[in-house]
């Protein structure tokens, strides 16, 4: 098992982080590890694909790359060395485990089923990292797809993989509420047009939304995470602007929920006497395992690795997000978890993984990609 240099090279990329789209040190280095076992990487920007095997149907395995702007607390000794960036998600290790992966079929000396396409995404943190790929042809001749990250569900003890069927993680969408009055004196609200009021009214009421507009059992979140108006306390605010994320686990949800935010913003904009303008945009549509034929492969696979007690189906999904559904809405896949011990939460700047279990995923996509080809 070649749990050393899965190590190795984790501690390596998380010593240079970086965020987006351009990822030039960490590309390099992937390029690099790739060519020293004989491969033949390409570059769709700073992002990679390579083709392992020459027969046989092609899978792919998915591993993101970027790391975020959070400056980093862990006190590691292979802590990042770019003050305010960090891989507070985990991204390092799926890259790592994905070299791991490409190792074990070429100087590891394993026999490959059918053909293997790595690919190592830049940009998952909002950048639409995966959509670039795709549109760079990324998935050209794809006919089954697979990737994992690490912890996200706490319920996942450490070296336990877990995924469920249907929706894992949520829809992402970022919005914009911009309300205009007309600034006056604090002691004549009269006189003009309050756009913080509406703004406060939007806030505390936009939870209403939710409650009246899809079912309660299906999991839904509206969080406003920024407000900005307002100058001094006399002053009637002229400009009001509130930022939130909305995050459904249904398309229907996910489609209901930004008109009807829309709507009850309009209403309040009405009532205040002031206008009002809202924009959003879709980070990562939900991720969904709704080929259910590969999420029981992927149980399988785990239990031949590693046995029935190192696979827990989920019984819930998150309200987190991942541009991995972009990839499930064109090709058959599955997307699970990996527990890996988490320090803090994702994005935290203490977050850390327990960096043992990495080599688990190595068998487990072995064995995935046998059952597979199999059937295939
Ligand atoms: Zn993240
Ligand atoms: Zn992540």
């Known amino acids: 098992m070649d749990s050393a240099s899965i190590i190795k090279d984790r501690r390596a990329l998380h010593q240079i982080p970086e965020i987006g789209l351009e990822l030039p040190r960490t590309a390099a280095y992937v390029e690099n590890a790739l060519r020293g076992m ?38 590691a000794e292979y802590a990042s060395t770019i003050p305010g960036r960090m891989h507070a998600c985990g991204h390092d290790a799926h890259t790592a485990m994905a070299l791991g992966i490409a190792r074990h079929f070429t100087s590891g000396g394993a026999q ?10 830049p940009g998952e943190e909002g950048h639409r990292g995966a959509a670039f790929m795709i549109e760079g042809g990324a998935l050209e001749g794809v006919a089954a797809i697979a990737g994992l990250h690490v912890g996200i569900f706490p319920e996942l003890k450490k070296g336990v993989f877990g995924t469920r069927k249907g929706t894992v993680m949520a829809s992402v969408t970022a919005f914009e509420v911009t309300f ?10 009269h006189l003009g047009a309050d756009a913080l009021l509406a703004a406060c009214q939007f806030g505390a009421g936009v939870q209403t939304v939710r409650y009246a507009a899809t079912s309660p059992v299906q999991p839904t979140v509206i969080s406003i995470g ?8 006399n002053v009637i605010s002229e400009k009001a602007v509130l930022a939130g994320t909305m995050r459904a686990t249904t398309v229907q949800d996910q489609a209901t929920l930004e008109a009807r935010m829309a709507q009850f913003a309009q209403g309040i904009a009405l009532a205040n006497g002031v206008e009002m303008e809202i924009g959003s945009v879709v980070g990562a ?33 998150t309200l ?18 990996l527990g890996a011990d988490i320090a ?33």
Not at 53 to 70: H, I, N, Y
Not at 112 to 121: A, D, G, K, S, V
Not at 226 to 233: C, E, V
Request: charged share 20%; net charge negative; aromatic share 8%.
């Open 38 to 75: 004989g491969l033949a990487p390409r570059r769709i920007g700073d992002g990679i694909i390579v083709d392992l095997g020459s027969t046989g149907p092609l899978f792919a395995w998915r591993a993101d790359m970027d790391g975020l702007p959070v400056l980093e607390e862990t006190g």
């Open 112 to 121: 490959l089923p059918c053909r293997l396409r790595l690919i190592f995404q």
């Open 180 to 189: 205009r009055g007309k600034g006056t004196h604090g002691a004549m609200p």
């Open 226 to 233: 920024s407000i900005h108006a307002g100058t001094a306390s």
């Open 285 to 317: 549509p939900i991720t969904a395992n709704s080929d259910e034929r590969m999420v029981d492969l992927l149980a399988a696979a785990v239990t031949a690795a590693h046995g029935p007690e190192s696979f827990m189906w989920l019984p819930d999904p």
């Open 320 to 337: 987190g997000g991942e541009d991995f559904g972009e990839y499930l809405m064109r090709v058959p896949g599955v997307f699970f978890f």
């Open 344 to 376: 803090a939460p994702h994005h935290h700047p203490k977050f850390n993984v327990d960096e043992e279990v990495l080599e688990k995923t190595v068998p487990v996509v072995d064995a995935l990609i046998r059952q597979w080809a199999a059937l295939n």
